[in-house]
């Protein structure tokens, strides 16, 4: 099986980011290590966004605590199919888990951006949306394409969770858009975001 190229993809990750996150309010989001983490920077940075700048595979499970610490308030992670595959028990955990508050976006270029644009097992036929199906999820969806990025957006804002959406984007590697860099700055921030005292 050959694996495709990266113009197969039409959607283009920034785009695809921006829209997600247009109006997002109070929104509180994870963003997996990498280039989820600088395409949610390059949308606009917000105290309401915790960036990975490292511990690969565990953006999902980050997701989940928040989610289940947080009941009232919307939690998604825009994470990709690398750290995803890294993490994939986590999808049994949080299926089980059932947070009805919790949206799961995985930007999909079917490579590992970070070190050299190898392929994923996404490329050779492995499908996240049927693995997180398959683990429980309630609601998942697959977005290839314009006509169905928009039904699959609606969802990860909105739909009752878990929600598991993957989207296929071209694989490419904008500008970096750094967010800070310093894990306890983003602590600090994220914890005042949420209107947390020190010792919660």
């Known amino acids: 099986m050959m694996t495709r190229t ?13 829209a997600l996150l247009r109006d997002r309010g109070d929104l509180l989001v994870v963003a997996g290590l990498g280039a989820p983490a600088w395409d949610v920077a390059a949308a606009g ?68 951006g970070e070190t050299g644009m190898q392929p994923t097992h996404t490329a050779w036929g492995a499908d996240l949306a049927a693995m997180a199906q398959s683990s429980g999820f309630p609601v998942t969806a697959l977005a290839r394409d314009e006509e169905a990025l928009d039904s699959a957006l609606h969802l990860a804002r909105d ?33 005042a975001a949420l209107k947390l005292e020190p010792s919660q």
Do not use: C, H
């Not at 999902?60 to 947080?70: D, E, S």
């Not at 690398?82 to 079917?110: H, Q």
């Not at 989207?167 to 994220?190: H, N, Q």
């Open 159 to 191: 739909a009752r969770g878990p929600v598991f959406v993957a989207i296929k984007i071209r694989a490419e590697s904008p500008p970096l858009v750094l967010p800070p860099r310093d894990g306890e700055t983003l602590k600090a921030r994220f914890r």
């Open 6 to 18: 990266s113009e197969d993809f039409p959607l283009r990750r920034r785009a695809v980011v921006e």
């Open 45 to 112: 940075d917000s105290p309401l966004d915790f960036p990975l700048w490292g511990a690969m595979g565990g953006a999902a499970m980050i997701g989940l605590g928040l989610a289940l610490a947080q009941p009232e308030r919307r939690v998604l992670v825009v994470t990709g199919d690398g750290e995803m595959l890294m993490g994939i028990g986590s999808l049994a955990t949080i299926a089980a888990s059932a947070p009805a508050n919790l949206a799961i976006v995985v930007l999909d270029n079917e490579r590992y």
